[in-house]
């Protein structure tokens, strides 16, 4: 499970990440409530609209960003963004602290913070591969989303006391404190340890990367999962806020459920890096686990049931994004990774923008379980999707033996070809009349 803390720079890497994940939870936290309830009245119409400001630029920078994940030294993209987002999050908390924030104030961070965002995503995932090994790349991308979400535990938790507490301009400023650990580890990794890659070439084209994925049908389904689930499933800031108000709880106890949800997350993660590879079909069943957990969360008339189901729906969800990142990296060349990781994580945070608004207005014309209902219908379609595609590709057939008579390959069956092929013959043999042969390709 732990393997890959074998290697000095990937530790490294993962102590930095999670004290930077602490405090990135924690600001997201404080972020949701200060719209909901500081700048607004309880609008979740205005959570929809902030956090598609946040996740739209990926998608719009997709090419770009890819191309610069591929062609520049990552370690020193990361280090210009996170200097970048420190900024910002003091500028945020010195605005909050003074009462000079503004909803559409917020709203220009928020785009701010995307376009950053689409440069930090795509090098943070594509330098992960850069820490370890190629056999044991699945496992770090693991490790790197447990570490992600074990910082999802405490952050949404300790952000709801201190929001309570002090208020929610302290919880930014603190977060700048928490950007020293992903800094730090940025400094502290050993450049002679990485592992070599082949960069872009200057005449590399932003489209390599769409053309790569436009040949391979099974990125194709990944990525149509994701952006279902991401689009209408993952908007959780805005289910776990309006159902804490529902429930009649404030900041802590809208932080708890972001906690609590996080400890599914947590087991998702860990699961997926005890997995030798990733795999698809661990993909395609946590999407319909989704659903149907999702669903059942909407139907709790208490907080603390509500609670509970909030675990199994992290828990599909990191199962989902974990092994689908792990997948990306391990079957994608090395040369385009950066730009399919790019288009990877557009694809994934580029559906917020359209569903955001629309849970979010479903959220406040219709109550907050009818917006879970329609998340619970994303995964489940996202589901149906992949299992068309198994089905459809071959991939599903039958096997004595096998649970409920059926195999479910990861590889779509070769196909045997028998045709001759014609091959030139050498003029000193034509002379023995023969002029072709024919090879028979097994």
């Given at each position: 499970?732990?393997?890959?803390?074998?290697?000095?720079?990937?530790?490294?890497?993962?102590?930095?990440?999670?004290?930077?994940?602490?405090?990135?939870?924690?600001?997201?936290?404080?972020?949701?409530?200060?719209?909901?309830?500081?700048?607004?009245?309880?609008?979740?119409?205005?959570?929809?609209?902030?956090?598609?400001?946040?996740?739209?630029?990926?998608?719009?920078?997709?090419?770009?960003?890819?191309?610069?994940?591929?062609?520049?030294?990552?370690?020193?993209?990361?280090?210009?963004?996170?200097?970048?987002?420190?900024?910002?999050?003091?500028?945020?908390?010195?605005?909050?602290?003074?009462?000079?924030?503004?909803?559409?104030?917020?709203?220009?961070?928020?785009?701010?913070?995307?376009?950053?965002?689409?440069?930090?995503?795509?090098?943070?995932?594509?330098?992960?591969?850069?820490?370890?090994?190629?056999?044991?790349?699945?496992?770090?991308?693991?490790?790197?989303?447990?570490?992600?979400?074990?910082?999802?535990?405490?952050?949404?938790?300790?952000?709801?006391?201190?929001?309570?507490?002090?208020?929610?301009?302290?919880?930014?400023?603190?977060?700048?404190?928490?950007?020293?650990?992903?800094?730090?580890?940025?400094?502290?990794?050993?450049?002679?340890?990485l592992i070599p890659r082949k960069k872009a070439d200057a005449g590399s084209r932003l489209a390599d990367?769409?053309?790569?994925?436009?040949?391979?049908?099974?990125?194709?389904?990944?990525?149509?999962?994701?952006?279902?689930?991401?689009?209408?499933?993952?908007?959780?800031?805005?289910?776990?806020?309006?159902?804490?108000?529902?429930?009649?709880?404030?900041?802590?106890?809208?932080?708890?459920?972001?906690?609590?949800?996080?400890?599914?997350?947590?087991?998702?993660?860990?699961?997926?890096?005890?997995?030798?590879?990733?795999?698809?079909?661990?993909?395609?069943?946590?999407?319909?686990?989704?659903?149907?957990?999702?669903?059942?969360?909407?139907?709790?008339?208490?907080?603390?049931?509500?609670?509970?189901?909030?675990?199994?729906?992290?828990?599909?969800?990191?199962?989902?994004?974990?092994?689908?990142?792990?997948?990306?990296?391990?079957?994608?060349?090395?040369?385009?990774?950066?730009?399919?990781?790019?288009?990877?994580?557009?694809?994934?945070?580029?559906?917020?923008?359209?569903?955001?608004?629309?849970?979010?207005?479903?959220?406040?014309?219709?109550?907050?379980?009818?917006?879970?209902?329609?998340?619970?219908?994303?995964?489940?379609?996202?589901?149906?999707?992949?299992?068309?595609?198994?089905?459809?590709?071959?991939?599903?057939?039958?096997?004595?033996?096998?649970?409920?008579?059926?195999?479910?390959?990861?590889t779509r069956p070769i196909e045997i070809i028998t045709r001759p092929i014609p091959v030139a013959v050498?003029?000193?043999?034509?002379?023995?009349?023969?002029?072709?042969?024919?090879?028979?390709?097994?």
């Amino acid at each position: 499970m732990f393997r890959s803390f074998a290697s000095f720079n990937f530790r490294v890497w993962f102590i930095g990440a999670l004290v930077s994940n602490v405090g990135s939870w924690m600001q997201s936290t404080a972020q949701s409530w200060v719209v909901l309830t500081e700048l607004t009245d309880n609008d979740a119409g205005a959570m929809g609209v902030t956090m598609a400001l946040q996740f739209g630029p990926p998608l719009l920078l997709v090419g770009l960003s890819g191309w610069v994940t591929d062609r520049f030294d990552r370690r020193r993209i990361l280090v210009i963004t996170q200097l970048t987002l420190l900024a910002f999050s003091l500028a945020i908390g010195l605005l909050l602290l003074n009462g000079l924030m503004t909803l559409p104030l917020m709203y220009c961070f928020a785009f701010a913070t995307g376009l950053v965002l689409s440069f930090d995503n795509p090098a943070r995932q594509a330098f992960v591969s850069d820490l370890v090994t190629r056999e044991n790349a699945s496992n770090a991308v693991a490790l790197n989303a447990a570490s992600f979400n074990g910082a999802r535990m405490i952050g949404p938790a300790v952000a709801g006391v201190l929001i309570v507490a002090v208020g929610t301009g302290w919880v930014f400023l603190i977060n700048v404190i928490a950007f020293a650990g992903m800094l730090g580890a940025l400094v502290a990794i050993r450049s002679g340890e990485l592992i070599p890659r082949k960069k872009a070439d200057a005449g590399s084209r932003l489209a390599d990367g769409f053309r790569y994925v436009a040949r391979r049908p099974d990125l194709q389904v990944i990525f149509a999962m994701v952006f279902l689930l991401g689009a209408l499933g993952m908007n959780f800031p805005i289910f776990a806020s309006t159902m804490a108000l529902e429930f009649g709880q404030q900041a802590d106890g809208f932080g708890l459920l972001s906690s609590i949800l996080a400890i599914g997350s947590l087991v998702g993660a860990l699961l997926a890096a005890r997995r030798a590879r990733a795999r698809m079909r661990v993909a395609i069943f946590a999407t319909g686990f989704f659903g149907v957990v999702s669903i059942l969360s909407a139907l709790m008339p208490i907080y603390w049931m509500y609670a509970a189901c909030l675990v199994f729906v992290g828990f599909a969800v990191v199962t989902t994004l974990t092994t689908a990142n792990g997948y990306v990296q391990t079957t994608t060349d090395a040369s385009v990774r950066g730009r399919v990781l790019a288009l990877y994580v557009a694809v994934l945070m580029g559906g917020t923008p359209l569903g955001a608004p629309l849970v979010g207005w479903v959220a406040a014309e219709f109550g907050p379980r009818a917006a879970i209902l329609l998340g619970a219908v994303g995964g489940l379609a996202a589901c149906a999707i992949g299992l068309t595609w198994v089905i459809a590709s071959g991939r599903l057939r039958r096997r004595a033996g096998a649970r409920l008579g059926l195999e479910l390959a990861e590889t779509r069956p070769i196909e045997i070809i028998t045709r001759p092929i014609p091959v030139a013959v050498p003029e000193e043999f034509s002379d023995q009349g023969a002029q072709t042969s024919a090879i028979k390709l097994d």
